[in-house]
């Protein structure tokens, strides 16, 4: 299938797949013109590159474990690998909810000083 038909199917742009196939995550054949086409695999591919972007994996990444995630072999690698991305992410979450904490209390102290009708004291 050609390119657009592979974005149309696996409901991703273009652009996408042209970015999947610079950071080697996708593969497509040429024709003598130099037009890509893909196999029927590539919809499930992008599917699945799909659902670890989402997930918050780098291409990095994805492309060190799409070759064992495509043959269902689970590796203790593969393991390693996602449980220490699930860390990563975990540590993300723990610095956003620290600077939404921090954020929420300078709210309150902006809220607290608008209702009493005075400037904020720890802005001056």
């Known amino acids: 299938m050609r390119i657009g038909e ?27 013109n130099g037009q890509r086409r893909y196999d029927e695999d590539a919809v499930h591919r992008v599917q699945l590159i799909q659902l670890l972007y989402r997930a918050g ?15 269902g072999e689970v590796t203790a690698e593969l393991l390693d690998r996602l449980l220490a991305e699930r860390d990563r992410i975990d ?24 209702e009493a009708g005075r400037r904020c004291p720890h802005w001056r």
């Open 6 to 32: 592979l974005a149309e199917r696996s409901g991703v742009s273009v652009r996408s797949l042209r970015y999947y196939e610079e950071q080697r995550l996708l593969e497509a054949e040429r024709s003598p």
């Open 57 to 71: 994996v780098p291409s990095r990444t994805i492309h060190e474990l799409l070759p064992s995630i495509e043959t």
């Open 91 to 114: 540590d993300q979450l723990a610095t956003l909810t620290s600077a939404r904490h921090r954020l929420q209390n300078i709210i309150s102290l902006a809220i607290d000083a608008r």
